[in-house]
């Protein structure tokens, strides 16, 4: 379930009334008036939930989930098991946008980061938790029922937000803004960087319709970001900055993306939404990962590669689209002969 911290539920609902709402067709026999207390991802909902499929992959996912019923396409309603009440739509990816804005109608609304107080109120809320030998500039805005660790410094113009944790012996840069975060012990974001915000995410339509952004960014221990980055929090799940993992200036992590430990990742570098990533990976200035996959331990992605698939562990990438490292050298150095040779394409050799 979305954290209280940051969002307020609305409901419960029924499930005739959530089917009404997103128009998604009940299957006969099934009781209309079972009550749903919230909306979350097929792996975590508890047995009072609504979960969703939008990608036939997550469907054997079905079988292991608690939830009470689920979002899934019309084609693919015979997958579900008997334990689950199937809501069938033309557009699960819709039909979980539209639930999400009932049960959470002020996240909707897409409004902007949290932090800034009423004009005339204090700019350090009376309920925040500060502690001990903190030291903090004068223009910094510190939301409701935020708690800053001893030793921590907030330079001009940070922005935390409602509900945010910092742990202990934290830095935060001029302007740097975190919300919707809880961020651990020992952790540096340099200037500029704005954690927390919204992902990326619309059901594309006639109209894209905004899918509520509802989890959170948790940031471990000894982390380091440089200035400019940019985080994004998940949408039902969370978006993960495992322990010592070190981001160059300009990195940008969509939702419920999930770094492992001690990650690099050098300047301009992106992934988007969902993706995986081992301990101890690499990743080279201006590459990008595409969204849904999963890199194993100790994966190096050269610079400016693009990565649009999986790779195990121990792997060395490079290249548009990204390949092992041996494959596009040998392939590079064959065109590198073709080309001495003058046998290329379209020589009529």
Excluded: W
């Excluded at 969703?52 to 469907?59: A, I, N, S």
């Excluded at 290249?319 to 040998?330: N, Q, Y």
């Amino acid at each position: 379930m979305a954290d209280p911290r940051f969002f307020t539920r609305a409901g419960p609902f029924t499930i005739g009334d959530i089917a009404s709402q997103i128009g998604a067709q009940m299957p006969d026999g099934a009781d209309a008036g079972r009550l749903i207390n919230d909306i979350e991802d097929i792996a975590t909902a508890s047995n009072d939930s609504l979960c969703f499929v939008t990608d036939k992959k997550y469907l054997p996912q079905l079988a292991e989930t608690r939830a009470a019923a689920v979002l899934v396409g019309k084609a693919h309603v015979d997958a579900c098991p008997p334990h689950i009440i199937a809501l069938a739509c033309d557009d699960p990816h819709a039909g979980m946008a539209r639930a999400a804005q009932a049960f959470y109608p002020d996240a909707a609304l897409a409004r902007p980061m949290p932090g800034q107080m009423p004009a005339g109120a204090p700019a350090i809320h009376p309920t925040a938790k500060i502690g001990q030998n903190c030291q903090i500039a004068d223009s910094v805005t510190i939301g409701a029922n935020a708690e800053i660790g001893d030793n921590t410094h907030l330079a001009a113009h940070a922005v935390i937000g409602e509900g945010v944790a910092l742990g202990r012996d934290c830095t935060l840069g001029a302007g740097a803004v975190v919300g919707y975060s809880l961020v651990g012990d020992r952790v540096t974001i340099h200037a500029g960087s704005c954690i927390g915000q919204c992902g990326f995410g619309f059901a594309p339509g006639k109209a894209h319709l905004k899918v509520p952004q509802l989890g959170r960014v948790i940031i471990q221990a000894d982390v380091e970001m440089g200035a400019n980055c940019t985080i994004d929090r998940g949408t039902l799940g969370d978006t993960i900055i495992g322990e010592g993992s070190k981001l160059d200036n300009l990195v940008h992590l969509a939702h419920n993306v999930v770094l492992g430990r001690h990650v690099f990742m050098a300047g301009q570098s992106g992934i988007a939404g969902g993706t995986h990533i081992g301990d101890y990976c690499q990743v080279g200035g201006q590459a990008g990962i595409y969204g849904h996959l999963t890199l194993g331990a100790h994966v190096v992605v050269g610079a400016k590669s693009s990565v649009t698939r999986s790779f195990p562990d121990n792997t060395q990438l490079m290249g548009i689209p990204a390949r092992p490292a041996r494959e596009f050298l040998r392939e590079t150095a064959t065109l590198k002969r073709l080309a001495k040779s003058g046998d290329t394409p379209g020589s009529g050799k």
